[in-house]
């Protein structure tokens, strides 16, 4: 499978893990037209990517994402009709919508800021750890926009629960990371120098699991959390379970199993 070169990202491939990096820390990693194609481009790639297993989304510098680089995106958005800025706020959701549909579990390492967008790529991933500095607003309420965007209104209250969600939404609030830790946002709060372990740790741990079990059981979850009732993520798990228990992995691993 081909790679791309990117000029906004840096892609580390360790065995089935990408280590994807944002990387444009003279800028604190604000997102410009640039860096959303290219992060619209790899996030689409691995939804039919069967070989990288596992995602680690980090970032270059001492901030995560500091959200979209209003001083480049402003002027361009403004210069826009209605259609073409529906266009680019298209494009633009198409990063967290490929986020979730990839089987790939992301795991998030945050350090300092995260807002806007960039808090919207946290909310997005599966795991998330975060350093004792991490400090992160949907900040979209205060540029005038609706608090509720790029998948904010569905994610975030499911993330942190209603009540909090709002708060965060409607006034732009910092949420500061022994908050996160309290809420269940992110797993651990680790020193800035052992953030990479900590995402070395969860990989190699997820690595561990059937590759179509992981997989599935990122989409059960997901499945499990809108489900309308118990019935329905039950009948979910069940057609997952009769699906895996059939297969020479789950076989293999039973009797690997039995004999430890």
Request: charged share 20%; hydrophobic share 45%; proline share 3%.
């Amino acid at each position: 499978m081909g790679e791309r070169t990117y000029e906004t990202l840096r892609v580390e491939k360790r065995g089935a893990a990408d280590w994807l990096s944002l990387d444009r820390p003279q800028a604190l990693n604000a997102m410009n037209g640039r860096m959303i194609e290219e992060l619209a481009d790899y996030f689409a790639a691995r939804v039919t990517d069967r070989e990288t297993r596992v995602i680690v989304l980090r970032a270059s510098g001492p901030a995560f994402c500091a959200g979209l680089d209003l001083k480049e995106m402003s002027g361009l958005i403004a210069e826009l009709d209605t259609s073409d800025r529906l266009l680019f706020q298209q494009r633009l959701s198409s990063i967290f919508l490929s986020m979730r549909r990839c089987p790939q579990p992301i795991v998030c390492l945050l350090q300092g800021a995260a807002a806007g967008g960039g808090f919207a790529l946290a909310v997005a991933a599966d795991i998330r750890y975060c350093t004792p500095d991490a400090r992160m607003s949907a900040a979209f309420i205060k540029v005038g926009l609706s608090g509720c965007d790029v998948g904010m209104s569905y994610l975030l209250p499911r993330a942190v629960g209603t009540s909090v969600a709002t708060e965060l939404l409607m006034t732009g609030a910092f949420l500061e990371a022994q908050r996160a830790l309290s809420l269940g946002f992110v797993s651990a709060i680790v020193p800035v120098e052992a953030l990479a372990e900590a995402g070395e740790k969860a990989v190699a741990g997820l690595l561990q699991a059937d590759p179509l079990g992981l997989a599935l059981t990122k989409q059960g979850l997901q499945v499990g959390i809108s489900a309308p009732s118990l019935d329905s993520a039950i009948a979910n798990e069940d057609r997952q379970q009769a699906l895996l228990s059939g297969m020479d992995g789950f076989r293999s691993r039973l009797r690997a199993f039995i004999r430890k």
